[in-house]
């Protein structure tokens, strides 16, 4: 009957604006070279040839993760799948229509997405480096390099000698999007000209759960972003809290995320047109949302390590913006104030006048 209602009031709302067209491709701002052999040095190489080390390999996976989460089959064979904190999700092939996952680990958090043996480890602690200022987002492409040769990696697994390489653009996604948090409340991205509805809020948020991964991130910074949610943390960093924001699709359709309609440590929102698919598209569940540069890490210059931190503010009782609330483990009740929410999308360069 919940299920029922919250369609109907969304049908009420929604607008004639469509969601899940592309954004447009944007610059190439660092290629990742992760080469496939334990010891070896994993590396970020900026377009003009200078190279940052982002750790080492420590692990090789043994086999891959079949099925994946259940959002993993959104996404593009041989690109990331998701981005976070303690872990990078790389979707190989779809199969039965169920994605097949490979994963990226820290070495010092495992995360339940990736599977036995099936992750490449590195010795960089979870959320920075590879897991916060050069994580790739979801959506980037990977190959697979041998010598001469360069191949796409969904045409066969990586050998051990091989290089994974990621090709990390910056896609021309909004500079912020703004969530009314109410029953048919407006999401609204704000970018280059008039700001856009993109979606609405079907299902509003009022909690914050223990979502894992949340420990290794700062409040008010994103945890993670794949085809099926947008994490943010609202615990101060060594400590679990946070709440997500979902699309229609993930709610209705995967059997993990059935709970999600009775909860409230989840928003859900629906497309705009109250008709196309939300999830795996541009610019809220691919291409744009990164964990981001941790305290202390450094890009290339200044305006890229702060333009290209992650940061979510809140507004409580329709006030004035501020940082979010402090919140941990699971309250039904620890956001029932807010009533907006404002995410910002990285950027390394200041936007143009």
Same mark, same amino acid.
């Given at each position: 009957?919940?299920?029922?209602?919250?369609?109907?009031?969304?049908?009420?709302?929604?607008?004639?604006?469509?969601?899940?067209?592309?954004?447009?491709?944007?610059?190439?701002?660092? %290629?990742?070279?992760?080469?496939?052999?334990?010891?070896?040095?994993?590396? =970020?190489?900026?377009?003009?040839? #200078?190279?940052?080390?982002?750790?080492?390999? /420590?692990?090789?996976?043994?086999?891959?993760?079949?099925?994946?989460?259940?959002?993993? $089959?959104?996404?593009?064979?041989?690109?990331?799948?998701?981005?976070?904190? !303690?872990?990078?999700?790389?979707?190989?092939?779809? #199969? #039965?229509?169920?994605?097949?996952?490979?994963?990226?680990?820290?070495? *010092? %958090?495992? =995360?339940?997405?990736?599977?036995?043996? $099936?992750?490449?480890?590195?010795?960089?602690?979870?959320?920075?480096?590879?897991?916060?200022?050069?994580?790739?987002?979801?959506?980037?492409?990977?190959?697979?390099? !041998?010598?001469?040769?360069?191949?796409?990696?969904?045409?066969?697994?990586?050998?051990?000698?091989?290089?994974?390489?990621?090709?990390?653009?910056?896609?021309? /996604?909004?500079?912020?999007?703004?969530?009314?948090?109410?029953?048919?409340?407006?999401?609204?991205?704000?970018?280059?000209?008039?700001?856009?509805?993109? =979606?609405?809020?079907?299902?509003?948020?009022?909690?914050?759960?223990?979502? #894992?991964?949340?420990?290794?991130?700062?409040?008010?910074?994103?945890?993670? !972003?794949?085809?099926?949610?947008?994490?943010?943390?609202?615990?101060?960093?060594?400590?679990?809290?946070?709440?997500?924001?979902?699309?229609?699709?993930?709610?209705?359709?995967?059997?993990?995320?059935?709970?999600?309609?009775?909860?409230?440590?989840?928003?859900?929102?629906?497309?705009?047109?109250?008709?196309?698919?939300?999830?795996? %598209?541009?610019?809220?569940?691919?291409?744009?949302? /990164?964990?981001?540069?941790?305290?202390?890490?450094?890009?290339?210059?200044?305006?890229?390590?702060?333009?290209?931190?992650?940061?979510?503010?809140?507004?409580?009782?329709?006030? *004035?913006?501020?940082?979010?609330?402090? $919140?941990?483990?699971?309250?039904?009740?620890?956001?029932?104030?807010?009533?907006?929410?404002?995410?910002?999308?990285?950027?390394?360069?200041?936007?143009?006048?």
């Amino acid at each position: 009957m919940m299920k029922k209602f919250l369609f109907a009031l969304a049908a009420l709302f929604f607008g004639a604006c469509a969601t899940g067209e592309a954004w447009c491709a944007g610059r190439l701002v660092y %290629t990742i070279e992760l080469p496939f052999e334990k010891g070896a040095a994993v590396t =970020a190489v900026l377009p003009g040839g #200078e190279a940052r080390e982002l750790g080492r390999v /420590v692990e090789l996976p043994e086999r891959t993760r079949w099925p994946g989460y259940s959002a993993s $089959a959104w996404g593009r064979p041989g690109t990331v799948a998701a981005s976070a904190v !303690n872990a990078a999700h790389i979707l190989m092939s779809i #199969e #039965e229509e169920q994605g097949r996952t490979m994963s990226v680990l820290p070495a *010092e %958090t495992i =995360a339940p997405a990736a599977g036995p043996g $099936a992750a490449i480890v590195l010795d960089c602690r979870a959320g920075t480096s590879f897991f916060g200022a050069w994580a790739p987002p979801a959506g980037t492409r990977i190959t697979v390099k !041998n010598g001469a040769s360069e191949y796409p990696l969904e045409d066969r697994f990586p050998s051990e000698g091989d290089t994974l390489v990621f090709k990390v653009y910056e896609e021309d /996604v909004p500079y912020m999007a703004d969530f009314e948090n109410r029953p048919g409340g407006r999401v609204i991205a704000w970018g280059r000209g008039a700001p856009r509805v993109i =979606a609405r809020v079907i299902r509003p948020l009022g909690g914050v759960g223990r979502f #894992e991964g949340t420990m290794f991130q700062w409040r008010g910074r994103l945890r993670a !972003n794949h085809a099926g949610v947008i994490d943010i943390s609202t615990s101060d960093y060594g400590t679990v809290g946070g709440f997500q924001i979902i699309p229609w699709d993930h709610a209705l359709k995967s059997k993990e995320m059935q709970g999600a309609w009775g909860a409230t440590q989840w928003m859900i929102i629906a497309p705009a047109d109250g008709k196309s698919m939300l999830g795996g %598209t541009a610019p809220l569940f691919g291409g744009g949302l /990164v964990p981001g540069p941790s305290r202390g890490e450094r890009l290339w210059d200044m305006w890229s390590t702060y333009g290209r931190k992650s940061l979510a503010l809140a507004r409580i009782d329709g006030g *004035e913006w501020t940082m979010f609330p402090g $919140a941990s483990g699971k309250s039904d009740d620890a956001l029932k104030r807010v009533t907006h929410i404002r995410i910002y999308f990285p950027q390394s360069e200041e936007p143009p006048k």
